[in-house]
């Protein structure tokens, strides 16, 4: 039960606890956040913190918002929450490597390049246009980043020809961006645990400022992050201080690098850790977590906590076998359908839950079917396809010469002659000068570096990109309106050849679809809006619109529809009443690799089964689940099997499969909406 100042026992005793490193070991629901905020105000009001040497870690930026918020409601002076260093770990990344760019060999303002910039680095250095080859290279590469892997020891590592280059293009890459002045996401904390490690005081000067760290999903922690947190707390000849909160049941991430041997490293790291369980969960029913509890009993345990709840035992949870995901997709849709009727509930408490992006498909199909509204969570935006970033580089360069990636990007797309080794060249100058990329194509010497057949072409595309940025600051100027300049811009980069030579005719026309989309979007805008009753904007006015709706992208208010989702998207999310698809062997849990080592299938059905337990407790009152005794693969039906994780669920009679004749048709979904009405019934 909870106290009245909101904490129980054992939450109160985590916010307490002051004395040395702390792991607070939280189950699903049973409130990690409401820890964190209480300790940081805890440490303020209390202990006489400055809140500027607290630093909370999270991995997303909406977790990190949220936790900013909340300790500002708690705090009596709420703009000292401000004064927190509440952020992602690749934020605090950013805020050292500012600080300290010249220290690790980088200039001041240095580029951080996202992932299509990343991506077209690769392709140059692995002379391929194949896209998942091209991937799987960047994906060995983070793993090596974040394992804290040179490119050297990778190259010795290497134990086949396809790793071998992989290490080799690596190392190619690594100079690639050192030659940019630019750094790539896994840099971003990679690189503040080099210069920690080798430059003691930097690594004090850090220290003294944060003398406080409270890390969030420590389960999901990679090599690299641990490093981090090790260096931040250990030194100056006291007691290592910070609070790790993290749940070994919902580590879900090991494809990407996260280790949940970090919680078990923490015990012989710090041998004082004080370790604290919160067992009560405030989410879900009884049922549900007795589900939960059965499924996740079955892997091994780096620490024993069970979860429990006061909400009751709940409804049965309900478990059907489809013929296939056809008649699934149609029977979840009628059936929350009627569920909704039935509990007179918003859409909004509804989630479908799956493996893999590849099942919501047909799934949306029957939503759209029954009418029922819905959106889908990691699904691209429309500023994140690379058609329209290619655009927006032009943009952003014309707006701020200084922007190294929109530099980098433009110039190469489409390409005009500037090439990988003029850019290696290009960037190392521009390193020794302290200026941006297009800066130092104008600076004298570079004759030096560079042929004329190389010379030419950048400087061409400069003064071209100057041209515009002169015509783009101008306003109500009849014969120069934005959309003049973005007629002009477009004939003169021939986008749409570029689409057509390097895509075949089906994507290339879908892409300079969405290009003339945007471009028609953009002039509008400049033309004062669709009745031309607004005030009209420079390209340069327009160009600041778009920035910021791709930063400000997706934190709309959610509108009231069906939440459909990966699991892993999921994670950290609870719904009312949630649909758990596609249940069955070779999909939850995945196949895999069959020919990989029996301790490697071994441990891929152990975070099989995490994915599981963190599906079922997103549900708080009523959980659904089904799976297909047939389903569709590679353009035949193939029989499946029932997933072993319903089987180690252990539900009762009361959760027992219905049969064929039991699953509900159209025609008695309309006669129990009929029996409802007539009889006046009440929702529950």
Same mark, same amino acid.
């Given at each position: 039960?909870?106290?009245?100042?909101?904490?129980?026992?054992? &939450?109160?005793?985590?916010?307490?606890?002051?004395?040395?490193? !702390?792991? /607070?070991?939280?189950?699903?629901?049973?409130?990690?956040? $409401?820890?964190?905020?209480?300790?940081?105000?805890?440490?303020?009001?209390?202990?006489?913190?400055?809140?500027?040497?607290?630093?909370?870690?999270?991995?997303?930026?909406?977790?990190?918002?949220?936790?900013?918020?909340?300790?500002?409601?708690?705090?009596?002076?709420?703009? &000292?929450?401000?004064?927190?260093?509440? =952020?992602?770990?690749?934020?605090?990344?950013?805020?050292?490597?500012? +600080?300290?760019?010249?220290?690790?060999?980088?200039?001041?303002?240095?580029?951080?390049?996202?992932?299509?910039?990343?991506?077209?680095?690769?392709?140059?250095?692995?002379?391929?246009?194949?896209?998942?080859?091209?991937?799987?290279? +960047?994906?060995?590469?983070?793993?090596?980043?974040?394992?804290?892997?040179?490119?050297?020891?990778? *190259?010795?590592?290497?134990?086949?020809?396809?790793?071998?280059?992989?290490?080799?293009?690596?190392?190619?890459?690594?100079?690639?961006?050192?030659?940019?002045?630019?750094?790539?996401?896994?840099?971003?904390? $990679?690189?503040?645990?080099?210069?920690?490690?080798?430059?003691?005081?930097?690594?004090?000067?850090? +220290?003294?400022?944060?003398?406080?760290?409270?890390?969030?999903?420590?389960?999901?922690?990679?090599?690299?992050?641990?490093?981090?947190?090790?260096?931040? /707390?250990?030194?100056?000849?006291?007691?290592?201080?910070?609070?790790? /909160? %993290?749940?070994?049941?919902?580590?879900?991430?090991?494809?990407?690098?996260?280790?949940?041997?970090?919680?078990?490293?923490?015990?012989?790291?710090?041998?004082?850790?004080?370790?604290?369980?919160?067992? &009560?969960?405030?989410?879900?029913?009884?049922? *549900?977590? &007795?589900?939960?509890?059965?499924?996740?009993?079955?892997?091994?345990?780096?620490?024993?906590?069970?979860?429990?709840?006061?909400?009751?035992? %709940?409804?049965?949870?309900?478990?059907?076998?489809?013929?296939?995901?056809?008649?699934?997709?149609?029977?979840?849709?009628?059936?929350? =359908?009627?569920?909704?009727?039935?509990?007179?509930?918003?859409?909004?408490?509804?989630?479908?839950?799956?493996?893999?992006?590849?099942?919501? $498909?047909?799934?949306?199909?029957?939503?759209?079917?029954?009418?029922?509204?819905?959106?889908?969570?990691?699904?691209?935006?429309?500023?994140?396809?690379?058609?329209?970033?290619?655009?927006?580089?032009?943009?952003?360069?014309?707006?701020?010469?200084?922007?190294?990636?929109?530099?980098?990007?433009?110039?190469?797309?489409?390409?005009?002659?500037?090439?990988?080794?003029?850019?290696?060249?290009? %960037?190392?100058?521009?390193?020794?000068?302290?200026?941006?990329?297009?800066?130092?194509?104008?600076?004298?010497?570079?004759?030096?570096?560079?042929?004329?057949?190389?010379?030419?072409?950048?400087?061409?595309?400069?003064?071209?990109?100057?041209?515009?940025?002169?015509?783009?600051?101008?306003?109500?100027?009849?014969?120069?309106?934005?959309?003049?300049?973005?007629?002009?811009?477009?004939?003169?980069?021939?986008?749409?050849?570029?689409?057509?030579?390097?895509?075949?005719?089906?994507?290339?026309?879908?892409?300079?679809?969405?290009?003339?989309?945007?471009?028609?979007?953009?002039?509008?805008?400049?033309?004062?809006?669709?009745?031309?009753?607004?005030?009209?904007?420079?390209?340069?006015?327009?160009?600041?619109?778009?920035?910021?709706?791709?930063?400000?992208?997706?934190?709309?208010?959610?509108?009231?529809?069906?939440?459909?989702?990966?699991?892993?998207?999921?994670?950290?999310?609870?719904?009312?009443?949630?649909?758990?698809?596609?249940?069955?062997?070779?999909?939850?849990?995945?196949?895999?690799?069959?020919?990989?080592?029996?301790?490697?299938?071994?441990?891929?059905?152990?975070?099989?089964?995490?994915?599981?337990?963190?599906?079922?407790?997103?549900?708080?009152? =009523?959980?659904?689940?089904?799976? !297909?005794?047939?389903?569709?693969?590679?353009?035949?039906?193939?029989?499946?099997?029932?997933?072993?994780?319903?089987?180690?669920?252990?539900?009762?009679?009361?959760?027992?499969?219905?049969?064929?004749?039991?699953?509900?048709?159209?025609?008695? $979904?309309?006669?129990?909406?009929?029996?409802?009405?007539?009889?006046?019934?009440?929702?529950?």
């Amino acid at each position: 039960m909870s106290t009245k100042h909101g904490l129980n026992a054992p &939450q109160r005793e985590a916010v307490n606890y002051l004395e040395g490193p !702390c792991l /607070v070991l939280a189950g699903a629901g049973s409130g990690k956040t $409401r820890v964190i905020t209480q300790k940081i105000v805890n440490l303020i009001e209390h202990h006489n913190y400055d809140a500027r040497h607290i630093a909370a870690l999270t991995f997303t930026n909406k977790a990190a918002a949220e936790m900013q918020e909340r300790v500002a409601k708690l705090l009596q002076q709420p703009r &000292q929450a401000k004064l927190c260093t509440i =952020s992602t770990f690749h934020s605090l990344g950013v805020k050292i490597l500012r +600080q300290e760019a010249n220290a690790v060999g980088l200039k001041d303002r240095f580029s951080i390049m996202d992932s299509d910039d990343c991506f077209a680095i690769v392709q140059d250095l692995a002379a391929t246009t194949d896209k998942q080859l091209i991937r799987r290279i +960047q994906g060995a590469m983070s793993l090596w980043k974040n394992g804290l892997i040179s490119p050297e020891a990778a *190259i010795q590592a290497a134990q086949d020809d396809d790793q071998a280059q992989a290490a080799q293009i690596y190392r190619s890459y690594v100079a690639t961006l050192s030659a940019y002045q630019a750094v790539d996401f896994d840099d971003l904390i $990679r690189l503040p645990v080099e210069l920690f490690r080798d430059n003691e005081p930097v690594r004090d000067k850090w +220290q003294r400022r944060l003398r406080y760290l409270l890390v969030d999903e420590y389960q999901d922690t990679n090599t690299c992050q641990y490093e981090l947190v090790k260096l931040l /707390v250990t030194g100056l000849g006291k007691k290592p201080l910070f609070t790790a /909160v %993290g749940d070994d049941d919902q580590a879900i991430y090991a494809w990407r690098g996260a280790t949940v041997e970090n919680l078990a490293t923490l015990q012989v790291d710090f041998p004082d850790l004080k370790i604290i369980k919160l067992e &009560q969960n405030y989410r879900s029913t009884t049922r *549900i977590l &007795q589900a939960a509890n059965a499924v996740i009993s079955n892997n091994p345990k780096l620490f024993e906590k069970e979860l429990w709840s006061e909400h009751g035992m %709940g409804d049965p949870i309900q478990v059907m076998a489809m013929r296939d995901e056809e008649q699934e997709a149609e029977q979840v849709a009628i059936l929350l =359908s009627s569920h909704r009727f039935d509990r007179r509930t918003q859409f909004s408490d509804y989630a479908i839950l799956y493996r893999g992006n590849h099942q919501s $498909r047909v799934i949306e199909l029957a939503l759209r079917k029954e009418r029922i509204p819905y959106t889908v969570s990691g699904g691209q935006s429309y500023f994140d396809k690379a058609e329209i970033k290619d655009i927006i580089s032009y943009l952003r360069l014309v707006a701020n010469q200084d922007d190294d990636p929109a530099f980098i990007r433009a110039v190469t797309t489409p390409k005009r002659g500037v090439g990988q080794a003029t850019l290696e060249v290009l %960037g190392e100058f521009a390193g020794q000068w302290q200026c941006s990329l297009f800066d130092a194509s104008f600076k004298g010497g570079l004759e030096a570096r560079l042929a004329a057949k190389q010379l030419r072409p950048l400087r061409e595309f400069c003064n071209f990109i100057l041209q515009l940025e002169t015509r783009a600051a101008k306003t109500n100027v009849s014969n120069d309106s934005a959309a003049s300049v973005l007629n002009d811009m477009m004939q003169e980069i021939d986008y749409e050849r570029y689409l057509y030579d390097t895509f075949d005719d089906r994507q290339a026309q879908s892409k300079w679809q969405n290009v003339t989309d945007f471009i028609d979007w953009l002039k509008e805008k400049g033309n004062g809006g669709k009745d031309g009753a607004g005030e009209e904007k420079s390209l340069l006015d327009l160009t600041q619109m778009v920035a910021l709706m791709t930063m400000l992208d997706g934190r709309d208010e959610q509108p009231d529809a069906v939440r459909m989702s990966t699991l892993h998207a999921a994670k950290g999310l609870e719904f009312p009443h949630v649909f758990l698809v596609g249940v069955e062997e070779g999909i939850l849990p995945h196949k895999g690799d069959p020919d990989a080592p029996a301790e490697l299938l071994g441990a891929r059905i152990e975070e099989e089964r995490r994915l599981m337990y963190v599906g079922i407790t997103r549900a708080q009152r =009523s959980l659904q689940i089904s799976w !297909c005794r047939n389903r569709r693969q590679a353009r035949e039906s193939k029989h499946c099997d029932m997933s072993r994780f319903i089987k180690e669920m252990k539900l009762d009679e009361g959760n027992a499969q219905p049969t064929e004749s039991e699953i509900m048709t159209p025609q008695n $979904r309309l006669a129990n909406l009929k029996a409802l009405l007539s009889k006046g019934k009440e929702p529950s």
